[in-house]
């Protein structure tokens, strides 16, 4: 009973609902939410509570629906106006098998407002579902009372065995319709709270999956996605189904329930295989007896501006579709839309950031003396969009027409998983670019330096941490001069070629407007021919369940190992690196080796 109250509460989006049973001296509650107290404790209301409203449903066996009673001249003195805080209230009967009048099932306003067409409606259905739940327990007293007057009677005429029979056979039949009514308000119930917390369209079809259980369980429920000209069937994450290996893609020109629904924007309903053979062209009659299908019925997907798709609801015999169960079912598909549209909008904003971040991640410079590849992987999770990047740029000349300038490179890494992240990420990144370039000779300390500045006087939210290094051809020798200005980040490392790999710990506070202008410092190591230096932000050591520490040991080993390899070769083993648990987090990764 508590139940229905919620789902009235939730259907017609009121505060007060209950379910109202009168007797002669007192209103009992057994189904109730948003009474205060003490009415919620006692579950029950004196009999001025409900003499001029749940009485006069109980006495006429109509409906009252009231805008605003303090309007109303039967009601503006009633004590529940004050106590209940009762300003609007629509009431409908609750029946046993017989018509008699039990009670009321009641929605409760503490404002006025006019009762929807749809929602009285909505209202009247519940009270039906409602009336067949009191049935229920109605007949199955008297069932067991029936089966102990048997017990005792075995001996009675054959016409009261007959009566007997046929009685029972009554309350098997209402047992079932009853039990069907209250699997339907199940239905909606679990769909308003289950498809209100999808997050992609994976997760929708999860959900639906499991949505229909009870009395007329489909054999198989299928969610598709117009796309243009095309309907999509949305696989399954976590069960193989049949229908799903064999079609994905179906063009709306297709002659199966499914397109039809889609094209003349109305539920279609085939019944059984004839009818199908009858009204669709032999494609569809060949799957569907494939996948041993008999009765579907395919329910468009309304959004707010366009119809989204199709739900197809497929049993595998023959399968009587009621108005109550119809329309049920049509009701779960407009939350299934609901679910659909939103899954689609996240989607697209996630597709969009994606593709907005790796558009900014740099096409690495040629270079001759020094080899350079980067690899970027984005979060396991799908609705995970970080602030990673790497930048590797030429500096200009020291002298027109001279020979080409240091390198810079840049691995960071700005704090937070949304597109605020990715769009500060893209400010930090160009601020820092311009930041280096206006202070030659361009030491990565100066240009950390600025940017610390500019961070504490623009608004801009930005946090995180980074290494800005150049990379310096050595005088008179093959190898490099590498300087670095670490923010925060993790220590990059230097494998030299006799195999040996430090760790170049030297580091500054992160970067954060809040700590203010900060003067960066820097160090300087020398790179010898055949030494590899590998840069990287905190996604590929940390994992849930790992230490730390224990993952940057490894790296090293690996990088130990395989150091020597072309950098390309070596960011192959580190994206297979480590193999236990996908990256909560987005991995950048940038490997240079001088040959």
């Known amino acids: 009973m508590d139940r229905f109250a919620r789902l009235v509460s939730r259907l017609l989006r009121v505060p007060v609902a209950f379910v109202s049973l009168v007797e002669e001296d007192r209103q009992i509650l057994p189904g109730m939410i948003g009474l205060p107290e003490p009415w919620a404790g006692r579950r029950a209301l004196p009999l001025s509570h409900a003499h001029a409203l749940c009485r006069y449903v109980v006495t006429s066996g109509q409906p009252?629906?009231?805008?605003?009673a303090r309007a109303d001249d039967r009601l503006r003195t009633h004590p529940a106006i004050e106590d209940l805080g009762l300003i609007a209230y629509a009431g409908m009967p609750l029946t046993d098998t017989d018509g008699l009048v039990l009670g009321s099932l009641c929605a409760v306003d503490h404002e006025a407002r006019t009762w929807g067409g749809g929602e009285l409606t909505d209202l009247k259905d519940l009270a039906a579902a409602c009336s067949a739940e009191l049935c229920l327990r109605i007949l199955s007293a008297q069932s067991r009372s029936a089966q102990k007057v048997l017990e005792t009677a075995r001996a009675a005429a054959e016409r009261a065995r007959r009566d007997a029979e046929r009685a029972r056979s009554d309350a098997q039949r209402l047992e079932h319709v009853a039990q069907a009514a209250l699997d339907h308000a199940e239905l909606l119930l679990r769909a308003s709270e289950e498809l209100a917390q999808t997050s992609g369209l994976e997760d929708v079809r999860r959900r639906v999956r499991d949505l229909f259980?009870?009395?007329?369980?489909?054999?198989?429920?299928?969610?598709?996605?117009?796309?243009?000209?095309?309907?999509?069937?949305?696989?399954?994450?976590?069960?193989?189904?049949?229908?799903?290996?064999?079609v994905l893609t179906l063009p709306l020109s297709a002659a199966f329930p499914s397109t039809r629904a889609m094209r003349e924007r109305q539920a279609v309903f085939v019944p059984d295989r004839e009818a199908l053979v009858a009204g669709y062209g032999p494609e569809a009659v060949g799957f569907f007896d494939r996948m041993g299908f008999t009765t579907v019925l395919c329910l468009p997907l309304w959004g707010s501006r366009a119809l989204l798709g199709v739900l197809a609801v497929c049993w595998a015999t023959r399968h009587e579709v009621g108005v109550t169960e119809r329309a049920t079912l049509t009701a779960a598909s407009g939350y299934v839309a609901q679910a659909v549209e939103r899954a689609l909008y996240l989607d697209e904003r996630i597709s969009v950031a994606r593709e907005l971040q790796e558009a900014m991640l740099t096409d690495l410079p040629l270079t001759d003396h020094v080899e350079i590849s980067a690899l970027y992987q984005p979060a396991a999770v799908g609705d995970m969009i970080g602030g990673d990047w790497y930048d590797a740029y030429r500096l200009p000349p020291a002298s027109p027409g001279g020979a080409p300038g240091a390198l810079?490179?840049?691995?960071?890494?700005?704090?937070?998983?949304?597109?605020?992240?990715?769009?500060?990420?893209?400010?930090?990144?160009?601020?820092?670019r311009q930041a280096t370039l206006d202070h030659p000779p361009y030491s990565p300390a100066t240009a950390l330096t600025a940017l610390d500045a500019a961070c504490s006087v623009l608004p801009i939210d930005a946090s995180g941490t980074l290494v800005h290094a150049r990379l310096d051809l050595a005088d008179g020798g093959p190898g490099w001069t590498l300087t670095w200005s670490n923010a925060g980040h993790p220590p990059p490392l230097l494998r030299t070629p006799d195999g040996r790999v430090s760790l170049l710990v030297e580091h500054d506070i992160l970067l954060h407007r809040g700590l203010g202008p900060f003067h960066r410092t820097e160090a300087r190591r020398n790179l010898p021919a055949g030494s590899t230096l590998l840069l990287y932000t905190d996604g590929l050591i940390e994992r849930r369940g790992r230490d730390i520490d224990a993952s940057i040991a490894e790296l090293v080993a690996l990088l130990a190992t395989h150091g020597d390899r072309p950098p390309a070769e070596l960011l192959r083993r580190i994206s297979s690196w480590p193999a236990d648990p996908a990256p909560g987090d987005d991995v950048v990764v940038l490997a240079l080796r001088v040959p």
């Open 64 to 68: 009252l629906v009231v805008p605003d």
């Open 408 to 432: 810079m490179v840049t691995v960071g890494d700005i704090t937070g998983h949304d597109m605020h992240a990715a769009t500060i990420m893209g400010q930090i990144r160009s601020m820092l």
């Open 213 to 246: 259980v009870g009395v007329g369980k489909p054999s198989y429920v299928g969610l598709l996605v117009a796309d243009k000209d095309e309907l999509h069937l949305v696989a399954d994450p976590d069960v193989d189904h049949s229908v799903e290996r064999e």
